[in-house]
């Protein structure tokens, strides 16, 4: 992870201003970020939050209603198409043809990708242990991925955008790819965006975090300042006041007491018998998630 100094003027990879999207059943409302060059951003938030449809806004596979996008300097989708060479993308799902196999991947890649290193694809896909003979359709989901991956890197992009790239890995496979993915930007040159579930693996890699609930943006910045604004609160059923209760986000009450979170500010307050603790991306998800349960229940 680099160290964020927000006294140098940064070049942004990515700018999101002001992006909606509006489906029948869903709406993506009002999401503005940047990433700048240099640094790793993750994007979190529960299933159906609007994290791929931003992705694909981004890649102008789903047109948006209104927003402003940058991508790699390119403000429209044709200056976006044309900078294509420096964007690597891995997508959720099969992207490629199910009878393709190594081979004819990198034949039908290297075309399109001047930058095209065909010895880079090769180590990458030796490095992963993708197997040269087996078709696409009959890799495990994991191989399919590390296929994706090794595609996107083997042109030498600039930035990475990359959809829940960890989810079907083992947990060796997911720690070289969070090291090759910190080694990738550690020229202060290269950026990456990926969307997960995983926020252990954010905690570990991602300077910034976009956390997306129901379409709508909660949070974009530095991973510790989201994580510093709130504290998990641990207390008995005596502790539990009327305005506490109405403070704590998440409230769980059991046999001898209760959790939630708090505003960090508001943990300075409290009677002693309440212990506050740091929290985790998973804690914040999981205690948010459950607050907005209870809103629409009562
Ligand atoms: N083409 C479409 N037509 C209608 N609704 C869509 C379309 N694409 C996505 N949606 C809806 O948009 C919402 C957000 O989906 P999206 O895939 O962006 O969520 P996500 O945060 O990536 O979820 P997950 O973590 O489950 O992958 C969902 O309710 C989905 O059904």
């Known amino acids: 992870m680099n160290e964020v100094n927000s006294d140098v ?31 790793i951003m993750g994007m979190i938030g529960p299933n159906g939050a609007g994290k791929t449809t931003t992705i694909k806004a981004l890649l102008d596979m789903v047109r948006p209603d209104s927003g402003q996008l940058t991508l790699l300097g390119g403000t429209t989708p044709a200056a976006r198409v044309a900078c294509r060479d420096d964007l690597g993308v891995q997508l959720d799902g099969s992207i490629y043809p199910d009878t393709w196999r190594v081979k004819q991947v990198a034949a039908a890649l290297a075309p399109f990708f001047p930058q095209w290193d065909a010895a880079l694809f090769a180590d990458l896909c030796q490095d992963m242990a993708i197997p040269q003979k087996t078709k ?130 508001a943990g300075d307050d409290l009677p002693a018998t309440v212990v506050t603790e740091p929290i985790t991306l998973e804690e914040l998800m999981i205690y948010f998630g459950r607050g907005a349960h209870d809103a629409q229940r009562n």
């Open 136 to 265: 696409y359709k009959d890799m495990s989901r994991g191989t399919q991925v590390k296929l994706q991956l090794a595609a996107a890197l083997a042109h030498h992009p600039r930035l990475l955008v990359l959809d829940e790239p960890t989810a079907g890995l083992d947990p060796l496979a997911r720690d070289e790819l969070l090291t090759r993915l910190q080694d990738f930007i550690a020229d202060g040159q290269h950026s990456v965006l990926l969307s997960t579930h995983l926020t252990a693996d954010l905690e570990r890699i991602a300077d910034y975090v976009l956390y997306i609930r129901d379409g709508r943006q909660q949070f974009f910045g530095h991973v510790d300042d989201l994580l510093g604004a709130y504290v998990l609160v641990k207390g008995g059923p005596a502790d539990l006041t009327p305005a506490l209760q109405a403070a704590v986000i998440g409230l769980r009450r059991y046999g001898e007491g209760f959790t939630g979170l708090l505003p960090a500010a």
């Open 9 to 39: 003027a940064e070049e942004n990879l990515i700018t999101v201003t002001g992006l909606t999207k509006q489906y029948p059943e869903f709406a993506l409302r009002d999401i503005s970020f940047q990433l700048p060059a240099g640094y």
